[in-house]
Nanobody
Framework: QVQLVESGGGLVQAGGSLRLSCAAS??????MGWFRQAPGKEREFIAA????????GYADSVKGRFTISRDNAKNTVYLQMNSLKPEDTAVYYC?????????????????WGQGTQVTVSS
């Protein structure tokens, strides 16, 4: 049974940092990533990383502030979030697919975690 379990969300002041983790059980996924969804908004792509080449992709809104990484031995993906802004407030979802190409829309991914809340206060 495939499970993606996120952790590391919480409340932080603007300018602060958080590190999200997502541990996957089941197969080793070729691509793992993060999306987020703020109240009243659609779920949006944040970042993704492939396993073989370690290729990464980021949304323009987080480029230079967020860093995605993964530990293939642990089947875990991380999202280091620095210089957080109030507009980063959202539920962050871990996602995975067995295709080794970064996708930037929700339909590209087959597996999702339950989400973890990130709240950035001003």
């Amino acid at each position: 049974q495939v499970q993606l379990v996120e952790s590391g969300g919480g409340l932080v002041q603007a300018g602060g940092s958080l590190r999200l983790s997502c541990a996957a059980s089941g197969p080793t996924f070729s691509t793992m990533g993060w999306f987020r969804q703020a109240p009243g908004k659609e779920r949006e792509f944040i970042a993704a990383i492939t396993d073989s080449a370690g290729s990464t992709g980021y949304a323009d809104s987080v480029k230079g502030r967020f860093t995605i990484s993964r530990d293939n031995a642990k089947n875990t993906v991380y999202l280091q979030m620095n210089s957080l802004k109030p507009e980063d407030t959202a539920v962050y979802y871990c996602t995975a697919r067995t295709v080794g190409i970064i996708g930037r829309y929700t339909g590209a991914y087959s597996y999702w975690g339950q989400g973890t809340q990130v709240t950035v206060s001003s």
